[in-house]
């Protein structure tokens, strides 16, 4: 299995401003992914953040609103920017263990835009 | 890629077994998953099964798979209080495609 935590919790933004959310897994894992989900949603892929590589969007997501760093094999961050209103959601990051089927998540960022 | 349903809602009484039921559109999944998200919190893996399998049981958890006609459901035994979330089902390789999840509401 693998523990995530993530940074911060939640966070209260204004619209324009960005925020960066941390994501750190007590285990090197190669495969990582950002999802998000909004109020009362499901959740949608953003990108596969493998490290070694340039993130990988999905449709509908694009760099410019969404960078995403992963320096190493524990850590990746996750950029909302230039916020808007509906950019508020839950923001959660998730990973697979090498060697593993099983994708783990972590506990969430509660991003409010005002 | 992958499409999965759901029904919204499920309410049970407590100590009655709960059946989710789910179904999905890719059948080159792997693995299929069921997670549980309760109010405010992330994503708990419950379990998960293999495509080639039938049925998985886990404790108070049994998943069956039917390939043939892309259904997947998960029953919990003896539904306590503690069981109330959202159950979402998901398959699709590493790139999980979640379906809308079902509430499952345990009544006293």
């Known amino acids: 299995s693998a523990v995530i935590s993530q940074k911060p919790s939640r966070d209260i933004c204004q619209r324009g401003t960005s925020l960066t959310i941390q994501c750190q897994v007590d285990s090197q894992v190669t495969m990582m992914f950002w999802y998000r989900q909004q109020p009362g949603q499901s959740l949608t892929l953003i990108a596969t953040?493998?490290?070694?590589?340039?993130?990988?969007?999905e449709s509908g997501f694009v760099i410019d609103k969404f960078p995403i760093s992963r320096p190493n094999l524990t850590f990746s961050t996750l950029t909302v920017s230039n916020m808007s209103p509906e950019d508020s959601s839950i923001y959660l990051c998730?990973?697979?263990?090498?060697?593993?089927?099983?994708?783990?998540f972590g506990p969430g960022t509660r991003l409010t835009v005002t | 890629g992958e499409d999965v349903e759901q029904s919204l809602f499920l309410s049970v009484r407590e100590g009655d077994s709960s059946v989710i039921n789910c179904t999905y559109t890719d059948s080159s999944s792997t693995y299929l998953y069921w997670y549980k998200q309760e109010p405010g919190a992330g994503l708990q893996l419950l379990t998960y099964?293999?495509?080639?399998?039938d049925m998985k049981q886990d404790q108070r958890l049994t998943v069956l798979l039917n390939k043939k006609d892309k259904h997947l459901s998960l029953r919990i035994a003896d539904t306590q209080t503690g069981d109330s979330a959202i159950y979402f089902c998901t398959g699709g390789g590493n790139k999980l495609t979640f379906g809308t999840g079902t509430q499952l509401k345990v009544e006293l």
């Open positions: 953040a493998n490290q070694g590589s340039e993130a990988t969007y």
């Open positions: 099964i293999f495509s080639n399998m």
């Open positions: 998730s990973v697979t263990p090498d060697s593993s089927y099983e994708q783990y």
